[in-house]
């Protein structure tokens, strides 16, 4: 059974934890150190696909990527020669290892050379009217540049994955600027059809709180705890991904 009072102390939570003082510890603050809407979107979207492990070292790792990039990431996506992304291959972090990168890099270029970017791709739903169809549109179009190893690094929502990484990225993405966090960079993905971003940790507190009765890592868990979350923000339940991380935090 929820706790009567769960939504004022979510709410309590959303307050202190949404604010700019948030960002310099948290992977977020990559895309932020830019203007460009190119630059925020694809320095995000690697600065999330490397967001996994200890927080100092996906800050660093992240960092030394966009100096690779000459601090300007769409730029060297976009035009780089091939020798340039080749050279990228001395780059590693935990499993993202020497091929990652530039098979990234060649399939971020082709996305916004055929596509017209990240976010007209994963405003496309093909299947269904879900952003898990937009999410498995998007590895569809990624596949042809990644090498075998390259593809753990793509959400695989065809065998369930919870797509923990790609959720926080469009969370950045659509939500709002008002506090200062997020960019609200994309208009065309409505935040209220955004899942919560699900690990372990956050999944550990929503079992606590009665958000969910059954613990899981898979895409039917996020959507089960963003269904529950909209009881309390309809237009806005992923709002409530600072309450959750900040609550695992303390604990």
């Known amino acids: 059974m929820l706790p009567n009072n769960l939504k004022e102390i979510l709410d309590a ?5 949404e604010r ?30 490397l967001a996994w492990g200890n927080r100092k070292a996906i800050l660093k790792s ?15 996506v976009l035009n780089a020669s091939d020798k340039e992304i080749d050279n990228l291959q001395s780059f590693v972090y935990r499993t993202f290892k020497d091929t990652d990168l530039p098979c990234f890099v060649r399939a971020i270029r082709h996305i ?6 990240l976010e007209t791709v994963l405003a496309q739903k093909p299947n269904d009217s879900s952003i898990r169809s937009s999410i498995i549109n998007l590895r569809e179009i990624m596949l042809p540049f990644l090498d075998p190893h390259t593809r753990k690094h793509v959400p695989n929502l065809l065998k369930d994955s ?4 790609m959720c926080m990225y469009m969370r950045w993405m659509v939500r709002s600027n008002d506090k200062g966090v997020d960019f609200g960079i994309w208009h065309s993905i409505k ?9 372990v940790h956050v999944g550990n507190v929503a079992l606590s709180l009665g958000l969910i009765t059954k613990n899981g890592k ?5 959507s089960a705890i963003t269904e529950k979350l909209k009881e309390f923000r309809p237009e806005d339940p992923v709002a409530y991904d600072f309450a959750l991380f ?3 935090m303390e604990e």
């Open 62 to 76: 992240a960092n030394e990527m966009m100096q690779r990039f000459d601090n300007s990431p769409a730029d060297f």
């Open 162 to 165: 919870a797509a923990k990484r």
């Open 191 to 199: 935040k209220e059809d955004l899942i919560l971003p699900l690990d």
């Open 20 to 49: 700019p003082s948030f960002i310099e510890s948290d992977p977020i603050s990559i895309p932020h150190r830019f203007t460009k809407k190119e630059d925020i979107e694809i320095a995000g979207f690697l600065a999330a696909t």
């Open 218 to 222: 898979d895409w039917k868990t996020a």
């Open 246 to 248: 900040s609550m695992d």
């Open 112 to 117: 916004y050379a055929n596509h017209g970017g």
């Open 13 to 17: 939570k959303v307050d202190q934890y």
